[in-house]
């Protein structure tokens, strides 16, 4: 079943649900079935509008998402974040690859890692 033949099947439970609502409009349980049917609705329509045809569409997507936050996290971790340097015989040294750093770089000019000099 494709999110769309889902979104149709919910759309139909969601009116249905409306009907015992007219017949019965202080039911909390159809008033909450209506409530969840719409915003399932709008969750898989979001998802839908990301590109998503099916589960195994949402699972990719997903996936994607989890890959892109390791990413980002990798890159601000490594870009964004100063470690500081190391001292040793005489000289400074990147703290993520041990490359010789000086003073005045602000980030390691053979891995880019940020130097954090102060402190
Ligand atoms: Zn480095």
Redesign the pocket.
């Known amino acids: 079943m494709n999110l769309n033949d889902i979104i149709a099947q919910l759309g139909s439970l969601r009116d249905n649900s409306k009907d015992s609502l007219r017949a019965d409009p202080e039911n909390e349980i159809y008033t909450a079935d209506v409530t969840a049917c719409e915003t399932a609705i709008r969750v898989l329509a979001a998802l839908v509008g990301e590109g998503c045809a099916d589960l195994d569409g949402v699972l990719d997507i997903l996936q994607d998402y989890r890959t892109l936050a390791k990413q980002y996290q990798n890159l601000h971790r490594k870009f964004e974040i100063p470690g500081k340097p190391i001292h040793k015989d005489g000289v400074w040294h990147?703290?993520?690859?041990?490359?010789r750093?000086s003073p005045n770089h602000t980030h390691?000019?053979?891995?880019?890692?940020k130097m954090g000099w102060k402190r």
């Open positions: 990147c703290p993520a690859c041990n490359s750093v390691c000019h053979r891995c880019g890692k």
